[in-house]
């Protein structure tokens, strides 16, 4: 079954640890996202890539960074600097090139920050 | 800049109608609807593109006015399954394309 994994579900750690979540996708999407998600609010966007070996800023990046090497994968380092890194972390994926193309969204890794 | 979604909550008897509304105060290109339930993954329901073209389920409707910046979507004869958040995303299309911004979400209750 094709599908994006993100992993783990749950992610625990201390204050100024920087943390790596997983995002892996074997749809053969083009472009993938980061989202945050805190309580009672909507998505932001932290970093993109339409493109292996390019990626851009989001609304929201300052305190992360993100890599991609592969098509099928782009993980996300949550660093020191993020100021309130516990939230709910969504990755998503997409076709290019084409307009009415969705984004599919992973089930997400819950990071909890203390 | 993030597009207003309203209402904010809507509580619907099984059967009843609704009404989410996403307006924006750029230009848009596309909106895109997604449905999350508490703890999961947003789900796709609709895309509706500058021109007309749209995609998406069979049982839910929706409209895009683009001289307003205004998408609307139409949910009929609820379900109990139609519970859960709604998130309105706007692409402003150029350098941007394929962007998503979304909105705070609706928060949709369907009782039985």
């Known amino acids: 079954d094709g599908g994006i994994t993100q992993s783990p579900k749950y992610l625990f750690r201390k204050e100024g640890q920087n943390v790596t979540l997983s995002c892996e996708q074997n749809?053969?999407?083009?472009?993938m996202y980061w989202y945050r998600q805190d309580p009672g609010q909507g998505l932001r966007l932290i970093y993109y890539?339409?493109?292996?070996?390019?990626?851009q800023k989001g609304d929201i990046a300052e305190g992360y960074s993100v890599s991609r090497e592969k098509k099928e994968s782009f993980p996300l380092t949550v660093t020191s600097a993020q100021k309130n890194p516990t939230a709910f972390y969504l990755c998503a994926s997409r076709l290019a090139g084409g307009l009415l193309y969705e984004q599919y969204f992973g089930p997400g890794t819950r990071l909890t920050v203390t | 800049q993030q597009p207003v979604q309203s209402p904010q909550a809507v509580i619907l008897r099984e059967g009843e109608d609704a009404v989410i509304n996403c307006s924006s105060s750029k230009a848009l290109y596309s909106v895109h609807w997604y449905r999350q339930k508490h703890g999961e993954a947003p789900v796709f329901l609709m895309i509706l593109l500058k021109g007309g073209e749209q995609k998406g389920h069979d049982k839910i409707s929706a409209s895009f006015n683009e001289k307003k910046q205004q998408s609307s979507l139409y949910l009929t004869a609820s379900q109990l399954s139609y519970s859960g958040t709604y998130f309105c995303?706007?692409?402003?299309?150029?350098?941007?394309?394929?962007?998503?911004?979304f909105g705070q979400g609706t928060i949709l209750t369907v009782h039985p």
């Open positions: 749809l053969n999407h083009d472009a």
């Open positions: 995303g706007t692409d402003a299309g150029g350098t941007s394309y394929g962007k998503l911004t």
């Open positions: 890539s339409q493109i292996v070996n390019d990626f």
